[in-house]
């Protein structure tokens, strides 16, 4: 889980960082200059904004107005009377210093409900969705769901599924990987697009998937990419 922290008061961040190591699972990016941090906020899109009121005479009710679609906002402020304000935003929850840990830890779950919850139904709907692609001089529907991995082999690609033959294609892996759901599918190599669903290990140079236990190489140029994915979704690396 990725989270970014913006707050004027040192102590403030230090008591978020050591809450979030407490915690496990999260990377945290913290910010004392309002503006910097809403910037990162909008570049990088993280699971989490924990968020204060007044930074340095800047209002975080203001910058919370930015803040992209998929980001979950946490208020930590002193001031109560914000309250209705951050609520009406739609933030996650509220937090009013000095907080708990088992305070801060029941917010942070909420966003991990709520994640847990939105996976779901992406793959609910994943599960019905298909992709029409040309074998030789027909259209072949293949579901999202059963992709495996996909290969590159010159000017085609193999389409590898869980219960069937390998479907080959005349295109490239660029414009098949704009075809599928970029939370769902990740390119691990130039030759390699995998599902990340059926991911079942992988170190920091290959991959294990579920069907058929296929061993897949993780090039070197994509290899941080690929870390930062499965760090977001709390998968620990097999050593």
């Known amino acids: 889980?990725?989270?970014?922290?913006?707050d004027d008061e040192p102590v403030a961040l230090s008591i978020i960082s050591q809450y979030c190591k407490r915690i496990g699972?999260?990377?945290?990016?913290?910010?004392?200059?309002?503006?910097?941090?809403?910037n990162n906020v909008i570049e990088t899109n993280p699971d989490i904004l924990f968020l204060d009121i007044d930074i340095n005479g800047v209002s975080g009710i203001e910058l919370a107005k930015s803040l992209p679609k998929g980001t979950y906002l946490i208020f930590t402020t002193a001031y109560a009377q914000f309250a209705l304000d951050g609520f009406e935003l739609n933030a996650v929850d509220y937090l009013y210093k000095p907080f708990s840990f088992s305070r801060f830890e029941r917010a942070v779950q909420k966003v991990r409900d709520l994640l847990q919850m939105q996976k779901l139904v992406q793959e609910k709907l994943s599960a019905?969705?298909?992709?029409t692609i040309k074998v030789e001089y027909q259209n072949v529907k293949i579901r999202?769901?059963?992709?495996?991995?996909?290969?590159?082999?010159d000017n085609y690609i193999k389409i590898h599924t869980i219960d069937s033959r390998p479907?080959?294609?005349?295109?490239?892996?660029?414009?098949?990987?704009?075809?599928?759901p970029r939370k769902e599918?990740?390119?691990?190599?130039?030759?390699?697009?995998?599902s990340l669903h059926k991911i079942i290990s992988f170190t920091k140079r290959n991959l294990i998937l579920s069907c058929h236990f296929a061993e897949i190489p993780i090039g070197r140029a994509y290899a941080?990419?690929?870390?930062r994915i499965m760090l977001q979704n709390n998968i620990e690396e097999n050593h």
């Open 1 to 6: 889980m990725r989270c970014i922290a913006i």
């Open 128 to 131: 019905s969705k298909e992709i």
């Open 25 to 38: 699972n999260i990377e945290l990016s913290v910010y004392s200059d309002p503006i910097s941090g809403i």
């Open 224 to 227: 941080d990419d690929f870390m």
């Open 167 to 180: 479907i080959v294609s005349q295109m490239n892996l660029k414009k098949i990987n704009q075809m599928l």
């Open 144 to 153: 999202i769901a059963d992709i495996q991995y996909i290969e590159a082999m």
């Open 185 to 194: 599918f990740i390119r691990v190599h130039k030759s390699y697009i995998v």
